[in-house]
């Protein structure tokens, strides 16, 4: 993706952080079509040329401050803990982290707008995926072929498809009329786990 623009002066991260907050406040309200750089400017509290100075445009603007949220997100394992620790440890370490991210109108009111955008502004979707998706996807594919070996997950089965069911039981969960909170979407991701053959029944809260 494009990157803020960088000349004159050294920038000044409260600045970035206060233009950042309010286009992604705008995005989730708004949409990428309702949100407009002098509606982004007002909100952060800064001129209008100090927001053009750094992105050119509201949809590079959006795409960034999506990066921005996402880079404070800490649901998924990192790599260390992949490499050492079985996946029932790991589920158990996210688990609460997931599901309260879940439940978080911020975050479903988030990927709401991004899907919106996905056919008319596609790099938003592309931030969304190469940030946010592909790093969980990556984990979730170390830990099935750890339950592959220790017998929890069938050998044969396509680890792409169980990747897919997982990502879309959650989204279709979350982006419902009547979204459950943090503690029923915490049963519910246990629940896709043990279908899965990431936990097994009897385990959990």
């Given at each position: 993706?494009?990157?803020?623009?960088?000349?004159?002066?050294p920038r000044d991260?409260?600045?970035?952080?206060?233009?950042?907050?309010?286009?992604?406040?705008?995005?989730?309200?708004?949409?990428?079509?309702?949100?407009?750089?002098?509606?982004?400017?007002?909100?952060?509290?800064?001129?209008?040329?100090?927001?053009?100075?750094?992105?050119?445009?509201?949809?590079?603007?959006?795409?960034?401050?999506?990066?921005?949220?996402?880079?404070?997100?800490?649901?998924?394992?990192?790599n260390a803990e992949?490499?050492?620790?079985?996946?029932?440890?790991?589920?158990?370490?996210?688990?609460?982290?997931?599901?309260?991210?879940?439940?978080?109108?911020?975050?479903?009111?988030?990927?709401?707008?991004?899907?919106?955008?996905?056919?008319?502004?596609?790099?938003?979707?592309?931030?969304?995926?190469?940030?946010?998706?592909?790093?969980?996807?990556?984990?979730?594919?170390?830990?099935?072929?750890?339950?592959?070996?220790?017998?929890?997950?069938?050998?044969?089965?396509?680890?792409?498809?169980?990747?897919?069911?997982?990502?879309?039981?959650?989204?279709?969960?979350?982006?419902?009329?009547?979204?459950?909170?943090?503690?029923?979407?915490?049963?519910?991701?246990?629940?896709?786990?043990?279908?899965?053959?990431?936990?097994?029944?009897?385990?959990?809260?």
């Amino acid at each position: 993706m494009t990157k803020p623009r960088s000349r004159g002066r050294p920038r000044d991260p409260e600045v970035d952080a206060a233009i950042l907050r309010a286009a992604l406040d705008l995005f989730v309200e708004r949409g990428i079509e309702g949100m407009s750089m002098e509606q982004v400017a007002k909100r952060a509290g800064v001129g209008k040329l100090t927001v053009y100075r750094r992105w050119s445009s509201k949809e590079t603007l959006a795409a960034h401050a999506i990066e921005w949220k996402i880079a404070q997100i800490h649901d998924a394992p990192s790599n260390a803990e992949l490499a050492q620790a079985n996946p029932l440890q790991l589920l158990e370490r996210t688990l609460d982290a997931s599901a309260e991210l879940a439940a978080s109108h911020e975050f479903r009111a988030m990927v709401a707008r991004i899907f919106g955008s996905s056919v008319s502004h596609p790099s938003l979707m592309a931030t969304y995926w190469k940030h946010y998706i592909l790093p969980r996807r990556d984990a979730a594919r170390v830990m099935l072929e750890q339950g592959q070996r220790a017998g929890t997950v069938p050998p044969d089965a396509d680890l792409d498809v169980l990747i897919d069911m997982m990502a879309g039981a959650v989204v279709y969960r979350v982006l419902q009329p009547d979204p459950p909170d943090a503690t029923e979407m915490r049963r519910y991701l246990e629940e896709i786990y043990r279908q899965i053959g990431l936990l097994p029944y009897g385990s959990g809260g």
